[in-house]
């Protein structure tokens, strides 16, 4: 079966650190694979999706970059993290357009 | 563009009822919907998905209705339980996901 993971699970960091968040997917092959940020009492904002290795669409712009340097992992980065990059970030992936997003279980990321 | 929302941010049920929770959606080129859970600190959990070639599907415990004349989604849940405490909300998509903000469902013992 499927499996999705994300870590950490929360993380303090000072204004003006830099940031990497990682997601692994296992048990599937080129997943379609997703960075969220979840608001507190908001809905989920699309930030980065990618379809292969080394394609990523940016949905909004902001402070922040994803990669995928391998099929199953996906990475999200900042050179320096603002106050408003907090929140909770969550992965997902999804054999398809079209399909069910499978969700990690995120990261809640406090800016200090 | 496109929104996804729920008539209702909260709602309680007696254990043991039936619960609904609705969602409106405004983009008519939708034809795939997801409801998901969402339990506190943890990802959103598929619930439940709905083409919308159909107007209902029914999974354990749980129904999805489809109203495309209207564009709304409900999520029924059967004989609620204490496990079902959650945030639900629903996601459409044409050509890239939408999600709403939720509903928070609190079922009393």
């Known amino acids: 079966s499927q499996t999705i993971h994300q870590w950490p699970a929360t993380l303090v960091q000072p204004v003006g650190s830099p940031l990497s968040l990682e997601c692994t997917v296992e048990g599937t092959s080129n997943p379609n694979l997703y960075w969220y940020r979840q608001a507190a009492g908001r809905g989920l904002q699309l930030l980065f999706y990618s379809v292969g290795i080394g394609q990523i669409s940016s949905e909004v712009p902001q402070n922040l970059s994803a990669s995928r340097p391998q099929d199953r992992q996906f990475i999200l980065s900042s050179k320096k993290l603002l106050l408003s990059d907090s929140g909770f970030y969550l992965c997902?992936?999804?054999?398809?357009?079209?399909?069910?997003?499978?969700f990690g279980d995120g990261t809640r990321l406090s800016i200090l | 563009g496109e929104s996804v929302g729920l008539h209702l941010p909260t709602l309680s049920v007696q254990e043991g009822d039936n619960s609904i929770i609705n969602c409106a959606y405004s983009?008519?080129?939708?034809?795939?919907f997801i409801w998901y859970k969402q339990e506190s600190g943890k990802g959103p959990q598929f619930i439940i998905d709905i083409r919308s070639n159909m107007d209902k599907r029914q999974g354990q415990r749980v129904t999805v209705l489809l109203n495309k004349t209207v564009k709304h989604l409900s999520l029924q849940i059967a004989a609620t339980q204490p496990g079902d405490s959650a945030v639900y909300f629903c996601a459409e998509t044409g050509n890239q996901f939408y999600f709403g903000t939720g509903t928070s469902l609190t079922v009393i013992p």
């Open positions: 983009n008519s080129a939708s034809d795939y």
């Open positions: 997902a992936w999804s054999v398809g357009e079209q399909q069910p997003q499978h």
